[in-house]
């Protein structure tokens, strides 16, 4: 396989995710980052309540 007809296909590629989109309408990246940044949070006081020690 050349590098032009590798570069054909993933053209192709990309091209055809366009139509879809990859992301559900009810999705906002601000929640999801948000519940992320907490559950993060949350397992990080978790861990410093198991190393009192230090």
Do not use: K, Y
């Amino acid at each position: 396989m050349s590098f032009h007809s590798a570069a054909a296909q993933l053209v192709t590629l990309a091209a055809e995710g366009e139509e879809h989109g990859g992301n559900h309408e009810s999705l906002s990246p601000f929640v999801t980052g948000g519940c992320a940044f907490l559950i993060l949070m949350l397992l990080l006081w978790i861990t410093t309540r198991f190393n009192r020690d230090r």
